[in-house]
């Protein structure tokens, strides 16, 4: 008999780990015991002042001197994408003029192969299919910075749902950009029971102003539609950035409601943060944190938590899988 491929039930990710501070979260998740980690973004802060990129260089040096930090990468099968603050600059897409050494230096850290189809091509993006038929998750993790057009900046700096940027609906604006999406459509097109779309900020998120898909509300409608009209099932939103943690649900203009689990972060944190939230679900958690994503096979479900340095679980929800399907 054949070896069977096992299915996998138990992942983790996080986001926002500051190479300068304490880390004490790793133990938790190790503890966890996760299958496979993803790294969400804003996995050092190395914002570059000068082109040699010296304080990115700095970080990846100083993060490969930690200790939990280190074990989960050498015990744990993981994969990556970056935020502004591991790309280089805060906030920042297309126009940072520094991005091709900045993805050379992550294209180091994290020892990526070298006929790893990244290399080959702009960007970051990628994606990965785990586990047999059947009982697939398709990994996808989105370049959110190296393609963005600029945002529109606020016209009221720091005001509740309007703290850095606006919705801006230029048809001419991308997230993605052209060659990303064309890649997207046809990943989502490939067989999955449950997709994991990990994108640096946050996807469906409403009613607040700093970096998020609503910035551009035609990108994320194109999002939503691509979801539909390649009939992609098993959907859930993977993100970061912000220094809390929170879970969302979209069910207007979407094939099917939209999950998203927003974790952030491993170090950094804002545990004053308060914000509107339209279509969060529960309220926001300010500690650091880590989310967990346990996908139960046979009962068709997946839960989707938030859990604390202690590994306790703050924050959680329950999908089924077979309503994770467009009509
Ligand atoms: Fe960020």
Request: aromatic share 10%.
């Amino acid at each position: 008999m054949q070896a069977q491929e096992r299915p996998l039930a138990r992942l983790a990710f996080g986001s926002c780990a500051d190479q300068d501070t304490p880390q004490p979260i790793w133990d938790a998740v190790l503890a966890y015991k996760p299958e496979v980690f993803l790294f969400a973004g804003d996995n050092v802060y190395g914002d570059v002042t000068s082109p040699d990129l010296m304080e990115l260089r700095a970080a990846y040096a100083k993060a490969r001197t930690l200790e939990g930090f280190s074990r989960l990468r050498r015990q744990v099968r993981h994969l990556a994408i970056w935020d502004d603050h591991d790309y280089g600059l805060n906030d920042g897409g297309a126009e940072f003029a520094h991005k091709q050494r900045a993805k050379e230096l992550f294209l180091e850290f994290w020892n990526v192969a070298p006929d790893d189809p990244r290399r080959a091509r702009e960007g970051l993006y990628m994606s990965t299919m785990l586990g047999p038929p059947g009982q697939r998750i398709q990994v996808i993790l989105l370049d959110t910075r190296y393609f963005r057009s600029p945002l529109k900046p606020t016209d009221r700096r720091g005001a509740a749902g309007r703290e850095r940027y606006l919705p801006d609906a230029d048809p001419t604006k991308t997230m993605l950009g052209a060659a990303q999406w064309q890649w997207l459509a046809g990943q989502l097109r490939e067989p999955a029971e449950l997709r994991l779309i990990v994108s640096s900020i946050q996807v469906v998120v409403e009613g607040h102003g700093w970096e998020r898909w609503g910035n551009l509300p035609l990108e994320r409608q194109r999002l939503y539609d691509l979801i539909a009209e390649t009939r992609a099932a098993g959907v859930v939103f993977l993100s970061g950035d912000r220094h809390l943690a929170a879970l969302y649900r979209e069910s207007t203009g979407v094939p099917y409601p939209l999950t998203e689990i927003t974790s952030s972060g491993l170090t950094r944190y804002y545990a004053t943060s308060r914000e509107a939230g339209p279509n969060r679900l529960g309220a926001v958690y300010g500690l650091p944190n880590f989310g967990t994503i346990d996908v139960d096979w046979w009962e068709g479900t997946v839960g989707l938590a938030v859990r604390d340095e202690a590994g306790h679980v703050r924050r959680q929800a329950t999908l089924r899988l077979d309503e994770l399907k467009p009509r």
